[in-house]
């Protein structure tokens, strides 16, 4: 990338940064709306399964897509297709709602739709950031990015649970269509210079060169094959069975489950916060190791304190959940934001999309079964002992992780190093 592109990176930062703010304001607000109305139309487990599942297997279909065009088309065009995409699909949503035709049926279907444009969106916009910003200020850009998304993730809760709690599922719709829309107008304005590739699309044959990318690092080979089992673990488990204690067993209220999200966030940017002023002196290694220990410790421990045999009321559940989400908010940036950033470093721009495709398809191709899985037990198992016993499993393949991967898998610079 030359320097003429590097010339406009506080400009183009400032875009991508507001533009990812708005869309997932809206976003966050509508991920709090849709499983309460799942919940509170139907009370199912099984149905909550679905409505993860929906929510990843149709990304993971359109996930390769998006790598192969993200490195042939133009980023900055893709981006902002796809948020006005999902914006007008929302906003037809809304028009069924409006008119007393909104089903749990069809907000399913319109979740597989969103969720196989996002698969489309997130190779390309995530390798354009590299393009963007130049290297040397690549980790404290990320925290940047990653502050904004958490205060996205502050609001867009809060602002989601009330309006549902006050006005239902349907002013959510008209805000998120809104909020996409003014996310792809600001996205228009980035100044970005695309060179196309000359040769003709050889669809199986670009992607191979992703996954070879992988295959030939070894710290990337073991960094996601660890990513694959934790996340079949622990993603259904803070999607499926969580908002299921929560809401169904629990019986909090709309806006309680909202404001919990929040406490998570403000974690997060705490975290980001930290990073920027303090924690950025700390090696990889040191980040990512401690923040895995940290948040499982955290995680264990609100497991076995919310059991029934201690008896405490709500209000006191409550605050353990609150601390429990901060805490977790917190120590989970720690291992995102500098293995985000190093990543950004070790993939060249040309490969960066399918790359990025190929390790978000190995992260998320397995939690489609755990979902629908979890799902499933949670109407025949008791939820408290399935979360806690989840949670120890997790623990213990976290442990083995921290003893037994590379160097690479934390940092994978080295990779370069060694192959220099």
């Given at each position: 990338m030359s320097e003429e592109q590097y010339k406009?990176?506080?400009?183009?930062?400032?875009?991508?940064?507001?533009?990812?703010?708005?869309?997932?304001?809206?976003?966050?607000?509508?991920?709090?709306?849709?499983?309460?109305?799942?919940?509170?139309?139907?009370?199912?487990?099984?149905?909550?399964?679905?409505?993860?599942?929906?929510?990843?297997?149709?990304?993971?279909?359109?996930?390769?897509?998006?790598?192969?065009?993200?490195?042939?088309?133009?980023?900055?065009?893709?981006?902002v297709l796809l948020d006005e995409l999902r914006g007008l699909l929302l906003f037809i949503l809304w028009l069924i709602a409006i008119n007393d035709k909104m089903s749990v049926g069809v907000l399913l279907a319109f979740r597989a739709v969103l969720s196989f444009c996002d698969g489309l969106f997130d190779g390309p916009t995530a390798a354009m950031f590299g393009d963007v910003v130049k290297k040397?200020?690549?980790?404290?850009?990320?925290?940047?990015?990653?502050?904004?998304?958490?205060?996205?993730?502050?609001f867009g809760p809060i602002v989601g649970s009330m309006l549902y709690g006050y006005y239902g599922l349907t002013n959510v719709l008209l805000m998120t269509a809104v909020l996409y829309i003014l996310s792809g107008v600001s996205e228009m304005f980035i100044i970005y210079n695309h060179r196309p590739k000359e040769r003709r699309v050889n669809f199986v044959g670009e992607l191979s060169e992703g996954i070879k990318f992988v295959i030939k690092n070894r710290g990337l080979k073991f960094l996601f094959t660890f990513a694959i089992v934790i996340n079949f673990l622990t993603s259904?488990?803070?999607?499926?069975?969580?908002?299921?204690?929560?809401?169904?067993?629990?019986?909090?209220?709309?806006?309680?489950?909202?404001?919990?999200?929040?406490?998570?966030?403000?974690?997060?940017?705490?975290?980001?916060?930290?990073?920027?002023?303090?924690?950025?002196?700390?090696?990889?290694?040191?980040?990512?190791?401690?923040?895995?220990?940290?948040?499982q410790a955290f995680v264990v421990l609100l497991s076995v304190l919310i059991m029934p045999y201690f008896g405490f009321g709500k209000g006191t559940l409550y605050i353990l959940f609150v601390t429990g989400a901060a805490a977790f908010g917190f120590f989970n940036v720690l291992v995102n934001i500098p293995i985000n950033a190093n990543l950004q470093m070790l993939v060249p721009s040309e490969l960066r999309s399918r790359v990025f495709s190929v390790l978000s398809l190995l992260a998320m191709g397995s939690i489609p079964i755990s979902s629908a899985l979890y799902g499933y037990l949670l109407d025949r198992i008791d939820a408290f002992w399935f979360f806690l016993t989840v949670n120890i499993i997790s623990t213990i393949v976290i442990v083995v992780f921290l003893i037994k991967a590379p160097d690479e898998a934390y940092d994978p610079n080295l990779a370069v190093q060694q192959n220099a």
């Open positions: 406009y990176e506080k400009r183009n930062l400032a875009l991508i940064i507001s533009g990812r703010f708005e869309s997932v304001l809206g976003a966050a607000a509508l991920l709090v709306a849709m499983p309460l109305y799942i919940l509170d139309k139907t009370g199912s487990g099984t149905i909550m399964g679905i409505f993860t599942v929906l929510g990843i297997l149709p990304r993971l279909f359109a996930t390769p897509i998006g790598g192969v065009i993200g490195d042939r088309l133009n980023r900055k065009t893709i981006m040397e200020n690549l980790k404290r850009a990320t925290s940047l990015n990653a502050m904004a998304n958490s205060g996205a993730n502050i259904p488990l803070f999607s499926v069975v969580f908002p299921y204690i929560l809401r169904t067993v629990l019986k909090f209220s709309a806006t309680q489950f909202g404001t919990l999200q929040v406490f998570g966030t403000i974690g997060a940017l705490l975290g980001n916060i930290a990073i920027m002023f303090f924690l950025h002196k700390f090696s990889s290694k040191a980040l990512i190791s401690w923040g895995l220990l940290l948040e």
